[in-house]
């Protein structure tokens, strides 16, 4: 079946310490990937997006995502986790067609430490 | 440049009433979409409006209903509501069908049902 996973669904890091968000994707043809962030009673806000290239992409806030064909897979880094980064993150998918709806996967909580 | 807004902020309504929510679209933008977050939930797609007309539905009944403006601003309509429907709805608009640039996402309007 058609899905977005991402199988953690909370995560706990210390300020400074780097972290990795995973996203794995199944569909018959490479979608477009993106990343969102939700704080807490807030919209979702757009990271970064990859639709076809160079695989390694960078986005706002020094958050960067590497996509792998072979694992269906586009994974969130961050080389240095600062407090403000406590959020929710949501990987999402467009499949190339006539419509650019977003299918998302059901996030990952994220808890910076001091 | 404005972003997108959404109107009323919170809402509260009972089972069986009826609910409408606005969108205005980010400046430029001709295509709006909804999403529905349950709490712990990815958002899930209702659907889509392009110049107009609706471009696109989720697995969301009738009693969910839009429309989009001249101007493209847009409204999401409930009939009938159900105890399921207490969620966060939230607009997204974009530039064309492309999908390339992504959505851009109001703050949401948070309806409780009773």
């Known amino acids: 079946a058609q899905s977005v996973t991402q199988p953690d669904i909370h995560i706990t890091v210390s300020e400074g310490a780097s972290l990795e968000l995973r996203c794995n994707y199944s569909y018959g043809a490479t979608p477009y990937l993106f990343w969102y962030v939700q704080s807490p009673g807030q919209g979702l806000q757009l990271l970064l997006k990859y639709f076809s290239g160079d695989t390694l992409v960078q986005g706002i806030k020094g958050f960067e995502a590497e996509f792998k064909r072979s694992q269906s897979s586009f994974n969130l880094r961050k080389p240095s986790v600062h407090w403000s980064d406590a959020a929710e993150y949501f990987c999402a998918v467009s499949l190339r067609g006539a419509t650019n709806k977003l299918i998302f996967g059901t996030g990952t909580l994220l808890a910076v430490q001091p | 440049e404005t972003g997108v807004t959404q109107s009323p902020t919170h809402l509260i309504k009972t089972r069986g009433q009826q609910v409408t929510l606005r969108c205005s679209s980010q400046s430029g933008h001709n295509t709006v979409s909804w999403y529905q977050q349950a709490l712990g939930q990815g958002p899930q797609f209702i659907f889509q409006?392009?110049?107009?007309?609706?471009?696109g539905r989720g697995n969301f009944p009738p009693r969910f209903s839009g429309l989009q403006f001249p101007n493209y601003s847009s409204e999401l309509n409930v009939n009938a509501l159900e105890l399921d429907d207490s969620a966060l709805y939230l607009c997204?608009?974009?530039?064309?069908?492309?999908?390339?640039?992504?959505?851009?996402f109001g703050p949401g309007t948070r309806l409780t049902v009773l």
């Open positions: 409006y392009y110049r107009e007309e609706e471009n």
């Open positions: 997204a608009s974009s530039l064309e069908l492309a999908g390339v640039e992504g959505q851009f």
